[in-house]
């Protein structure tokens, strides 16, 4: 949906959803030569049903050569797990994200700069067990763009991003892979904060188009 404005104000909101089923056999054998019975059979058989609805609503307001835009997101997963091969027993998982932001772009004659701030919430919880955690993380972003002129132009980039573990990984119902390997998720994972700071030069030459960059990247709370 979009809504346009006096004064050159927009308004857009998104929504999305989704809803599925899935199930997963998993069969692991060991037979010793000449003998009848297995030495290991491990059979894992789960059922699971998953949710997902995200909504966005953005706010943008143009100037003859700057833009403002604000906005923020909601997105949430659902998941019901039934391990058939562990008696039918139930488990469930959440994980919500929210998100907001805003940015100002202007333009000075051969120069563009763009600077931004958002902060992302997240929370995920495994209902049986009550375990879960929830983090605060910002997200700032930035840009220079200098224009020599229509085939020449220099670029400094910073940006920054989140990598929050999924459901698989944080789910602690242990699942036997072999006769000697278990898997276990991790409650204690929380989001990792990445930034990356880019230099680019770019050039439009006849039957030639390509750029040359440098780039330094960190993330110091990595998942682990």
Known sequence: WQ???A????LVVDFSSSFYFGRTYSDYLEQLPGV????TDIHTDIRDRNQAYAVEADYIKNWSNSRFT???????????????SLGG???????????FFAEYFQRLGKWTATAGMGVQYTDFLFKESGRGNHSWSPRPQAAIT???????????????WQSTPSLAETNVVPQQLDGFQWRVGNQNLRTAN?????FRYGFNLPRVVGSFGVRAFTSPNAIT
Not at 36 to 39: K, R
Not at 73 to 78: F, L, P
Not at 89 to 99: G, I, M, N, S
């Open 7 to 10: 004064g050159r104000q927009t």
């Open 70 to 84: 604000a906005g923020a997101s909601y997105t949430a997963n659902r998941n019901r797990s039934e391990y058939l």
């Open 36 to 39: 009848s019975g297995y030495l």
């Open 89 to 99: 027993q139930v488990f469930h998982q959440r994980q919500d994200k929210v998100y």
């Open 146 to 160: 200098y224009a020599l002129d229509q085939n020449h132009n220099f670029r400094l980039n910073f940006t920054s």
């Open 3 to 5: 809504q346009n404005f």
């Open 194 to 198: 990445s930034y990356m700071l880019t």
